[in-house]
Protein backbone atom coordinates (compact mmCIF):
# COMPACT_ATOMS: atom_id res chain seq x y z
CA UNK A 1 0.00 0.00 0.00
CA UNK A 2 1.34 3.67 -0.72
CA UNK A 3 2.73 5.67 2.02
CA UNK A 4 1.00 8.94 2.44
CA UNK A 5 1.21 11.78 4.51
CA UNK A 6 1.41 11.46 8.03
CA UNK A 7 -1.59 14.10 9.13
CA UNK A 8 -3.47 12.10 6.88
CA UNK A 9 -3.55 8.78 9.07
CA UNK A 10 -6.06 8.88 11.48
CA UNK A 11 -4.93 8.58 15.22
CA UNK A 12 -6.70 6.14 17.27
CA UNK A 13 -6.84 8.24 20.07
CA UNK A 14 -9.62 10.17 17.61
CA UNK A 15 -11.17 6.98 17.08
CA UNK A 16 -14.02 5.56 19.54
CA UNK A 17 -13.69 2.42 21.78
CA UNK A 18 -17.35 0.54 21.95
CA UNK A 19 -18.00 -1.94 24.08
CA UNK A 20 -17.21 -5.61 22.75
CA UNK A 21 -21.00 -7.52 22.22
CA UNK A 22 -21.52 -9.81 24.63
CA UNK A 23 -23.27 -13.36 24.51
CA UNK A 24 -24.81 -13.76 27.99
CA UNK A 25 -24.83 -17.82 28.59
CA UNK A 26 -26.72 -19.11 31.16
CA UNK A 27 -26.20 -22.81 32.39
CA UNK A 28 -28.89 -24.11 35.09
CA UNK A 29 -27.67 -27.52 36.08
CA UNK A 30 -28.98 -30.23 37.72
CA UNK A 31 -27.46 -30.82 41.63
CA UNK A 32 -29.95 -33.12 43.43
CA UNK A 33 -28.75 -36.26 45.14
CA UNK A 34 -28.96 -38.34 41.82
CA UNK A 35 -25.94 -36.37 40.40
CA UNK A 36 -24.30 -37.36 43.87
CA UNK A 37 -20.47 -39.15 43.01
CA UNK A 38 -19.48 -39.79 39.36
CA UNK A 39 -22.22 -37.44 37.62
CA UNK A 40 -21.04 -34.38 39.88
CA UNK A 41 -17.48 -35.04 39.53
CA UNK A 42 -18.04 -35.18 35.79
CA UNK A 43 -20.06 -31.97 35.56
CA UNK A 44 -17.40 -30.44 37.42
CA UNK A 45 -14.56 -30.97 35.04
CA UNK A 46 -16.89 -30.23 32.30
CA UNK A 47 -17.84 -26.79 33.51
CA UNK A 48 -13.74 -25.69 33.98
CA UNK A 49 -13.19 -26.97 31.13
CA UNK A 50 -15.94 -24.46 29.60
CA UNK A 51 -14.56 -21.69 31.55
CA UNK A 52 -10.72 -22.17 31.01
CA UNK A 53 -11.71 -22.79 26.85
CA UNK A 54 -13.54 -19.28 26.70
CA UNK A 55 -10.36 -17.81 28.44
CA UNK A 56 -7.88 -19.09 25.99
CA UNK A 57 -9.74 -17.73 22.89
CA UNK A 58 -9.04 -14.23 22.14
CA UNK A 59 -12.51 -12.76 20.81
CA UNK A 60 -14.96 -14.75 23.31
CA UNK A 61 -13.10 -13.88 26.29
CA UNK A 62 -13.93 -10.29 26.01
CA UNK A 63 -17.23 -11.81 24.23
CA UNK A 64 -18.94 -14.42 26.35
CA UNK A 65 -20.65 -13.50 29.64
CA UNK A 66 -21.01 -16.73 31.94
CA UNK A 67 -23.69 -17.37 34.93
CA UNK A 68 -24.10 -20.61 36.89
CA UNK A 69 -27.50 -21.33 38.47
CA UNK A 70 -27.46 -24.63 39.95
CA UNK A 71 -30.92 -26.50 41.32
CA UNK A 72 -30.63 -29.34 44.04
CA UNK A 73 -31.95 -28.51 47.86
CA UNK A 74 -32.60 -25.22 46.71
CA UNK A 75 -32.17 -23.14 43.58
CA UNK A 76 -28.50 -21.02 43.94
CA UNK A 77 -26.65 -18.49 41.82
CA UNK A 78 -23.19 -19.97 42.49
CA UNK A 79 -22.02 -17.01 39.45
CA UNK A 80 -23.05 -13.62 38.26
CA UNK A 81 -22.60 -12.78 34.95
CA UNK A 82 -18.96 -10.55 34.52
CA UNK A 83 -15.63 -10.36 33.49
CA UNK A 84 -14.52 -14.01 32.65
CA UNK A 85 -10.98 -12.78 33.89
CA UNK A 86 -11.97 -12.15 36.76
CA UNK A 87 -14.84 -15.30 38.11
CA UNK A 88 -13.72 -18.24 39.98
CA UNK A 89 -15.11 -21.63 38.47
CA UNK A 90 -17.94 -22.88 40.44
CA UNK A 91 -17.52 -25.92 42.76
CA UNK A 92 -21.02 -27.94 42.52
CA UNK A 93 -22.13 -30.02 45.13
CA UNK A 94 -24.92 -32.88 44.98
CA UNK A 95 -27.54 -32.50 47.22
CA UNK A 96 -31.79 -32.53 47.40
CA UNK A 97 -34.35 -32.32 44.92
CA UNK A 98 -35.45 -31.41 41.66
CA UNK A 99 -36.62 -27.66 41.53
CA UNK A 100 -36.19 -26.99 38.02
CA UNK A 101 -39.17 -24.71 37.17
CA UNK A 102 -37.93 -22.09 39.62
CA UNK A 103 -33.99 -22.55 38.34
CA UNK A 104 -35.27 -22.25 34.19
CA UNK A 105 -36.88 -19.01 35.48
CA UNK A 106 -34.82 -17.44 37.89
CA UNK A 107 -32.14 -18.26 35.06
CA UNK A 108 -34.80 -15.70 32.58
CA UNK A 109 -34.92 -13.01 35.09
CA UNK A 110 -31.33 -12.90 35.68
CA UNK A 111 -30.56 -13.27 31.13
CA UNK A 112 -33.23 -10.30 31.17
CA UNK A 113 -31.38 -7.98 33.91
CA UNK A 114 -28.60 -7.94 32.02
CA UNK A 115 -29.96 -7.57 28.79
CA UNK A 116 -31.20 -4.27 30.16
CA UNK A 117 -27.43 -3.46 31.65
CA UNK A 118 -26.35 -3.91 28.53
CA UNK A 119 -28.97 -1.60 27.18
CA UNK A 120 -28.53 1.08 30.23
CA UNK A 121 -24.50 0.88 29.38
CA UNK A 122 -24.77 0.94 25.18
CA UNK A 123 -23.33 -2.31 25.65
CA UNK A 124 -24.59 -4.38 22.02
CA UNK A 125 -25.55 -8.09 22.89
CA UNK A 126 -25.91 -11.08 21.48
CA UNK A 127 -28.94 -13.28 21.46
CA UNK A 128 -29.04 -15.14 25.39
CA UNK A 129 -28.30 -18.85 25.58
CA UNK A 130 -29.69 -21.04 28.05
CA UNK A 131 -28.47 -24.33 28.60
CA UNK A 132 -30.43 -26.87 30.82
CA UNK A 133 -29.08 -30.17 31.89
CA UNK A 134 -30.74 -32.59 34.47
CA UNK A 135 -30.94 -35.86 35.03
CA UNK A 136 -34.41 -36.54 36.54
CA UNK A 137 -37.98 -34.85 36.67
CA UNK A 138 -38.42 -31.50 38.39
CA UNK A 139 -40.28 -31.52 41.58
CA UNK A 140 -41.57 -28.29 41.40
CA UNK A 141 -44.05 -26.85 38.82
CA UNK A 142 -42.39 -25.81 35.76
CA UNK A 143 -45.98 -24.52 34.03
CA UNK A 144 -44.73 -20.73 34.09
CA UNK A 145 -40.89 -21.69 33.35
CA UNK A 146 -41.87 -23.27 30.10
CA UNK A 147 -44.45 -20.75 29.15
CA UNK A 148 -41.85 -17.47 29.25
CA UNK A 149 -39.30 -20.22 27.90
CA UNK A 150 -41.22 -21.10 24.90
CA UNK A 151 -42.85 -17.42 24.32
CA UNK A 152 -39.03 -15.95 24.44
CA UNK A 153 -38.03 -18.93 22.03
CA UNK A 154 -40.86 -18.18 19.72
CA UNK A 155 -40.43 -14.35 19.58
CA UNK A 156 -36.58 -15.25 18.98
CA UNK A 157 -35.19 -13.81 22.11
CA UNK A 158 -33.88 -16.73 23.40
CA UNK A 159 -31.35 -20.26 22.27
CA UNK A 160 -32.40 -23.13 24.50
CA UNK A 161 -30.29 -25.94 25.03
CA UNK A 162 -31.74 -28.84 26.96
CA UNK A 163 -29.86 -31.65 27.93
CA UNK A 164 -30.18 -34.91 29.43
CA UNK A 165 -28.59 -36.83 31.48
CA UNK A 166 -28.45 -40.59 32.87
CA UNK A 167 -31.69 -43.23 31.93
CA UNK A 168 -33.65 -41.92 34.41
CA UNK A 169 -34.09 -38.64 32.75
CA UNK A 170 -37.49 -37.28 31.43
CA UNK A 171 -36.52 -36.22 27.85
CA UNK A 172 -40.64 -35.65 27.60
CA UNK A 173 -40.13 -32.46 29.56
CA UNK A 174 -36.92 -31.23 28.90
CA UNK A 175 -38.79 -30.84 25.07
CA UNK A 176 -41.57 -28.91 26.70
CA UNK A 177 -38.74 -26.45 27.18
CA UNK A 178 -37.64 -26.42 23.53
CA UNK A 179 -40.20 -26.45 20.84
CA UNK A 180 -37.65 -26.01 18.16
CA UNK A 181 -34.58 -28.10 18.85
CA UNK A 182 -34.89 -31.62 20.22
CA UNK A 183 -33.37 -32.26 23.89
CA UNK A 184 -30.26 -34.30 24.02
CA UNK A 185 -28.88 -36.85 25.80
CA UNK A 186 -25.38 -37.20 26.99
CA UNK A 187 -23.56 -39.82 25.82
CA UNK A 188 -22.78 -41.29 29.21
CA UNK A 189 -21.20 -38.70 31.58
CA UNK A 190 -18.99 -37.08 28.87
CA UNK A 191 -19.51 -33.73 30.00
CA UNK A 192 -16.22 -32.16 28.77
CA UNK A 193 -16.66 -32.81 25.11
CA UNK A 194 -20.19 -31.18 25.73
CA UNK A 195 -19.23 -28.21 27.34
CA UNK A 196 -15.79 -28.35 25.00
CA UNK A 197 -18.50 -27.62 22.15
CA UNK A 198 -20.13 -24.98 23.52
CA UNK A 199 -17.62 -23.16 23.99
CA UNK A 200 -16.50 -23.44 20.19
CA UNK A 201 -20.49 -22.79 19.67
CA UNK A 202 -20.06 -19.86 21.94
CA UNK A 203 -16.83 -18.47 19.96
CA UNK A 204 -18.53 -18.86 16.69
CA UNK A 205 -21.11 -16.51 17.89
CA UNK A 206 -18.76 -13.73 19.35
CA UNK A 207 -17.75 -13.85 15.69
CA UNK A 208 -20.55 -13.59 14.01
CA UNK A 209 -21.57 -10.04 11.60
CA UNK A 210 -24.91 -8.86 10.86
CA UNK A 211 -27.09 -11.55 9.00
CA UNK A 212 -24.66 -14.17 9.77
CA UNK A 213 -26.59 -17.38 10.07
CA UNK A 214 -24.97 -19.52 13.15
CA UNK A 215 -24.15 -22.91 11.70
CA UNK A 216 -24.13 -25.10 14.72
CA UNK A 217 -21.69 -27.85 14.44
CA UNK A 218 -23.55 -31.09 14.07
CA UNK A 219 -20.93 -33.25 13.55
CA UNK A 220 -19.43 -32.59 16.47
CA UNK A 221 -22.35 -32.96 18.71
CA UNK A 222 -22.05 -36.77 17.73
CA UNK A 223 -19.15 -37.15 20.36
CA UNK A 224 -21.35 -36.27 23.26
CA UNK A 225 -24.93 -36.86 22.80
CA UNK A 226 -27.04 -40.14 21.82
CA UNK A 227 -28.05 -39.12 18.38
CA UNK A 228 -30.86 -41.47 17.57
CA UNK A 229 -31.53 -43.60 14.04
CA UNK B 1 -35.14 36.37 -13.17
CA UNK B 2 -31.88 35.57 -10.58
CA UNK B 3 -29.42 32.93 -11.37
CA UNK B 4 -29.73 29.51 -10.34
CA UNK B 5 -27.16 28.59 -8.12
CA UNK B 6 -25.34 24.83 -9.00
CA UNK B 7 -23.97 22.65 -6.84
CA UNK B 8 -20.18 22.22 -6.58
CA UNK B 9 -19.85 18.84 -5.51
CA UNK B 10 -17.14 16.28 -4.79
CA UNK B 11 -17.97 12.42 -3.69
CA UNK B 12 -14.89 9.93 -2.96
CA UNK B 13 -15.29 6.93 -1.17
CA UNK B 14 -13.55 3.62 -0.14
CA UNK B 15 -13.65 0.10 0.44
CA UNK B 16 -11.95 -2.61 2.64
CA UNK B 17 -12.21 -6.72 2.67
CA UNK B 18 -12.72 -7.21 6.46
CA UNK B 19 -10.74 -9.68 7.93
CA UNK B 20 -13.88 -12.15 8.53
CA UNK B 21 -14.21 -12.64 5.18
CA UNK B 22 -10.45 -12.70 4.32
CA UNK B 23 -10.26 -15.69 6.50
CA UNK B 24 -13.99 -17.38 5.05
CA UNK B 25 -12.70 -16.52 1.39
CA UNK B 26 -15.33 -13.79 0.68
CA UNK B 27 -14.55 -10.95 -1.16
CA UNK B 28 -15.30 -7.74 -0.10
CA UNK B 29 -19.86 -7.54 0.39
CA UNK B 30 -19.62 -3.57 0.78
CA UNK B 31 -20.32 -1.27 -2.00
CA UNK B 32 -20.66 1.99 -2.83
CA UNK B 33 -21.88 4.44 -5.33
CA UNK B 34 -22.97 7.91 -6.56
CA UNK B 35 -24.54 9.47 -9.50
CA UNK B 36 -24.59 13.22 -10.80
CA UNK B 37 -26.77 14.74 -12.87
CA UNK B 38 -27.01 18.58 -13.67
CA UNK B 39 -27.87 19.92 -10.15
CA UNK B 40 -28.68 16.62 -8.33
CA UNK B 41 -26.27 14.16 -7.30
CA UNK B 42 -26.42 11.19 -5.01
CA UNK B 43 -24.44 8.75 -2.78
CA UNK B 44 -25.29 4.96 -1.91
CA UNK B 45 -23.82 2.67 0.30
CA UNK B 46 -24.62 -0.87 0.85
CA UNK B 47 -23.75 -3.76 3.12
CA UNK B 48 -24.09 -7.43 1.62
CA UNK B 49 -25.67 -9.63 4.06
CA UNK B 50 -23.43 -12.50 5.85
CA UNK B 51 -25.57 -15.09 5.21
CA UNK B 52 -24.95 -15.16 1.42
CA UNK B 53 -22.15 -15.30 -0.43
CA UNK B 54 -23.51 -13.26 -3.30
CA UNK B 55 -24.91 -10.63 -1.32
CA UNK B 56 -22.23 -8.46 -2.64
CA UNK B 57 -23.83 -8.40 -5.90
CA UNK B 58 -27.07 -7.13 -4.60
CA UNK B 59 -25.18 -4.61 -2.73
CA UNK B 60 -23.60 -3.30 -6.00
CA UNK B 61 -26.53 -3.45 -8.04
CA UNK B 62 -28.68 -1.59 -5.51
CA UNK B 63 -26.60 0.92 -4.75
CA UNK B 64 -25.10 1.34 -8.84
CA UNK B 65 -28.96 1.05 -10.19
CA UNK B 66 -31.09 2.87 -7.07
CA UNK B 67 -28.63 6.19 -7.32
CA UNK B 68 -29.50 6.71 -11.32
CA UNK B 69 -33.10 5.72 -10.66
CA UNK B 70 -33.11 8.80 -7.62
CA UNK B 71 -31.17 10.96 -9.37
CA UNK B 72 -33.35 11.05 -12.75
CA UNK B 73 -36.45 10.97 -10.64
CA UNK B 74 -35.48 13.43 -7.69
CA UNK B 75 -37.87 16.46 -8.24
CA UNK B 76 -41.02 13.77 -8.95
CA UNK B 77 -39.55 12.10 -5.19
CA UNK B 78 -38.88 14.95 -3.07
CA UNK B 79 -42.67 16.24 -2.66
CA UNK B 80 -43.31 13.09 -2.47
CA UNK B 81 -45.43 11.96 1.03
CA UNK B 82 -44.12 9.47 3.28
CA UNK B 83 -45.68 6.20 2.76
CA UNK B 84 -46.19 6.60 -0.73
CA UNK B 85 -42.06 7.36 -1.23
CA UNK B 86 -41.50 4.02 0.92
CA UNK B 87 -44.04 2.15 -1.56
CA UNK B 88 -42.40 3.36 -4.71
CA UNK B 89 -38.52 2.72 -3.04
CA UNK B 90 -39.89 -0.60 -2.11
CA UNK B 91 -41.12 -1.26 -5.59
CA UNK B 92 -37.95 -0.01 -7.66
CA UNK B 93 -35.63 -2.25 -5.00
CA UNK B 94 -37.42 -4.99 -5.55
CA UNK B 95 -37.40 -4.54 -9.90
CA UNK B 96 -33.50 -4.10 -9.40
CA UNK B 97 -33.00 -7.25 -7.35
CA UNK B 98 -35.31 -9.56 -9.49
CA UNK B 99 -33.78 -8.27 -12.35
CA UNK B 100 -30.10 -9.14 -11.27
CA UNK B 101 -31.29 -12.43 -9.57
CA UNK B 102 -32.73 -13.51 -12.84
CA UNK B 103 -29.12 -12.50 -14.58
CA UNK B 104 -27.68 -14.52 -12.05
CA UNK B 105 -29.92 -17.70 -11.44
CA UNK B 106 -30.17 -17.20 -7.74
CA UNK B 107 -32.62 -16.77 -5.87
CA UNK B 108 -33.31 -13.24 -4.93
CA UNK B 109 -33.01 -13.38 -0.93
CA UNK B 110 -29.46 -13.99 -1.28
CA UNK B 111 -29.25 -10.47 -3.23
CA UNK B 112 -29.79 -8.96 0.46
CA UNK B 113 -28.13 -6.27 1.97
CA UNK B 114 -28.62 -2.65 4.12
CA UNK B 115 -28.78 0.70 2.30
CA UNK B 116 -28.00 3.72 2.90
CA UNK B 117 -28.55 6.74 0.58
CA UNK B 118 -29.14 10.21 0.29
CA UNK B 119 -29.71 12.18 -3.09
CA UNK B 120 -29.96 16.13 -3.51
CA UNK B 121 -29.90 19.68 -4.84
CA UNK B 122 -28.96 22.93 -4.21
CA UNK B 123 -31.77 22.90 -1.77
CA UNK B 124 -33.44 19.82 -1.00
CA UNK B 125 -32.43 16.50 -0.02
CA UNK B 126 -33.90 13.21 0.36
CA UNK B 127 -32.46 10.37 2.37
CA UNK B 128 -32.92 6.55 2.70
CA UNK B 129 -31.84 4.05 5.35
CA UNK B 130 -32.30 0.54 6.09
CA UNK B 131 -30.36 -1.51 8.56
CA UNK B 132 -27.25 -0.85 9.96
CA UNK B 133 -24.45 1.57 9.05
CA UNK B 134 -24.95 5.34 9.77
CA UNK B 135 -25.34 9.03 8.19
CA UNK B 136 -24.23 12.51 9.25
CA UNK B 137 -24.20 15.42 7.93
CA UNK B 138 -21.92 18.16 8.14
CA UNK B 139 -23.06 21.30 9.41
CA UNK B 140 -22.25 25.14 8.04
CA UNK B 141 -23.13 26.44 11.62
CA UNK B 142 -19.76 25.45 13.91
CA UNK B 143 -18.28 23.04 11.10
CA UNK B 144 -20.11 20.19 13.61
CA UNK B 145 -21.11 16.92 12.38
CA UNK B 146 -24.25 15.33 13.65
CA UNK B 147 -25.90 11.75 12.99
CA UNK B 148 -29.15 11.68 10.93
CA UNK B 149 -29.59 8.18 10.80
CA UNK B 150 -28.55 5.83 13.43
CA UNK B 151 -27.68 1.91 12.68
CA UNK B 152 -30.64 -0.20 13.09
CA UNK B 153 -30.04 -3.73 14.29
CA UNK B 154 -33.64 -4.70 15.86
CA UNK B 155 -32.07 -5.79 18.93
CA UNK B 156 -29.12 -8.30 18.64
CA UNK B 157 -25.58 -7.25 17.41
CA UNK B 158 -25.76 -9.89 14.52
CA UNK B 159 -28.89 -8.68 13.27
CA UNK B 160 -30.27 -6.24 11.45
CA UNK B 161 -32.80 -5.63 8.32
CA UNK B 162 -32.26 -5.80 4.82
CA UNK B 163 -33.50 -4.58 1.32
CA UNK B 164 -35.33 -8.45 1.05
CA UNK B 165 -36.48 -8.12 4.29
CA UNK B 166 -40.64 -8.98 4.92
CA UNK B 167 -41.16 -5.67 6.63
CA UNK B 168 -39.16 -3.53 4.65
CA UNK B 169 -41.45 -0.50 4.55
CA UNK B 170 -41.61 -0.46 8.42
CA UNK B 171 -38.19 -1.14 8.60
CA UNK B 172 -36.90 2.18 6.04
CA UNK B 173 -36.38 5.16 7.14
CA UNK B 174 -37.01 8.09 5.32
CA UNK B 175 -35.87 11.88 5.35
CA UNK B 176 -36.03 14.70 3.98
CA UNK B 177 -35.08 18.72 4.56
CA UNK B 178 -33.59 21.53 3.35
CA UNK B 179 -29.77 21.57 2.43
CA UNK B 180 -28.62 24.83 2.84
CA UNK B 181 -27.28 24.63 5.77
CA UNK B 182 -25.09 21.22 5.49
CA UNK B 183 -21.74 21.16 3.66
CA UNK B 184 -21.41 17.44 3.00
CA UNK B 185 -22.74 14.01 3.56
CA UNK B 186 -21.41 10.90 4.65
CA UNK B 187 -22.21 7.17 4.36
CA UNK B 188 -20.49 5.01 6.37
CA UNK B 189 -21.11 0.73 6.95
CA UNK B 190 -21.16 -0.84 10.44
CA UNK B 191 -17.53 -1.87 9.99
CA UNK B 192 -16.64 1.66 9.86
CA UNK B 193 -19.42 3.04 12.59
CA UNK B 194 -17.67 0.43 15.14
CA UNK B 195 -14.92 3.14 15.46
CA UNK B 196 -16.48 6.41 14.42
CA UNK B 197 -19.75 6.18 16.30
CA UNK B 198 -20.28 6.27 20.23
CA UNK B 199 -23.39 4.05 20.30
CA UNK B 200 -23.64 4.95 24.37
CA UNK B 201 -23.84 8.93 23.43
CA UNK B 202 -24.99 8.62 20.39
CA UNK B 203 -21.70 10.99 19.08
CA UNK B 204 -19.66 10.84 16.05
CA UNK B 205 -15.79 10.77 16.68
CA UNK B 206 -13.35 13.42 16.70
CA UNK B 207 -12.04 11.55 13.32
CA UNK B 208 -14.98 12.39 11.58
CA UNK B 209 -14.32 16.42 11.83
CA UNK B 210 -11.24 15.81 10.67
CA UNK B 211 -12.25 13.72 7.24
CA UNK B 212 -14.10 16.83 6.50
CA UNK B 213 -10.77 19.24 7.27
CA UNK B 214 -9.41 17.11 4.23
CA UNK B 215 -10.98 18.43 1.82
CA UNK B 216 -10.72 22.13 2.17
CA UNK B 217 -6.63 21.04 2.64
CA UNK B 218 -6.17 18.08 -0.18
CA UNK B 219 -7.70 17.43 -3.62
CA UNK B 220 -9.73 13.84 -4.54
CA UNK B 221 -6.64 11.61 -5.64
CA UNK B 222 -5.24 12.17 -1.99
CA UNK B 223 -8.34 12.08 -0.19
CA UNK B 224 -9.32 8.78 -2.03
CA UNK B 225 -5.79 7.42 -1.12
CA UNK B 226 -5.73 8.78 2.42
CA UNK B 227 -9.05 7.16 3.12
CA UNK B 228 -7.94 3.23 1.36
CA UNK B 229 -5.10 3.24 3.89
CA UNK B 230 -6.93 4.20 6.87
CA UNK B 231 -9.66 1.64 5.85
CA UNK B 232 -6.88 -1.01 5.46
CA UNK B 233 -4.82 -0.27 8.28
CA UNK B 234 -6.53 1.58 10.61
CA UNK B 235 -9.96 0.70 10.75
CA UNK B 236 -9.75 -2.74 10.00
CA UNK B 237 -7.88 -3.27 12.73
CA UNK B 238 -10.87 -2.32 15.39
CA UNK B 239 -13.79 -4.65 13.36
CA UNK B 240 -13.79 -8.10 11.55
CA UNK B 241 -16.35 -6.65 9.12
CA UNK B 242 -16.00 -5.13 5.98
CA UNK B 243 -15.51 -1.16 5.92
CA UNK B 244 -17.05 1.62 3.52
CA UNK B 245 -17.30 4.69 3.73
CA UNK B 246 -18.35 7.64 0.91
CA UNK B 247 -18.60 11.72 1.51
CA UNK B 248 -19.94 14.40 -0.49
CA UNK B 249 -18.90 17.42 0.12
CA UNK B 250 -21.35 20.47 -0.67
CA UNK B 251 -20.51 24.04 -2.14
CA UNK B 252 -23.08 25.94 -3.32
CA UNK B 253 -21.68 28.00 -6.67
CA UNK B 254 -22.92 29.83 -9.20
Known amino acids: MEIIREELIINTKDLVDNPTPRVPVCLVLDTSYSMSGEPINELNEGVKLFFESIKNDEIAKYSAEISVITFGEVVRILTEFGNIETQEVPQLIASGHTPMGEAVEVALNKLEQRKTQYKEAGVDYYQPWLVLMTDGHPTDDIANAVERTVRLISERKLTIFPIGIGDSVDMNILAKFSPRRTPLRLKGLNFCDFFEWLSKSVQMVSQSLPGDKIKLDIEGIKSWAELEV | ?254
Request: glycine share 6%; hydrophobic share 40%.
Open chain 2, 1 to 254: MGRVRSVICRIVGATAQGRFHVKNGLPCQDKISHYSKGRVHCIALADGAGFSKYSQIGAKSVTRFLSRYIVRNFYKLKDKKENHLKNIFHRIIMQILYSQAEEVDINVKFLASTLLCIAFDNKDYLMLHIGDGLIGVFLKEDDKIIPISLPDNDEFANTTYFTTSENFTNNLRLDKGDVKKFKGFILMSDGVSESLFDKKNKKLAPAVKNIMKWFSRYNLYDIKKALDYNLNKVFKEKSLDDCSIIIAEIKNGH
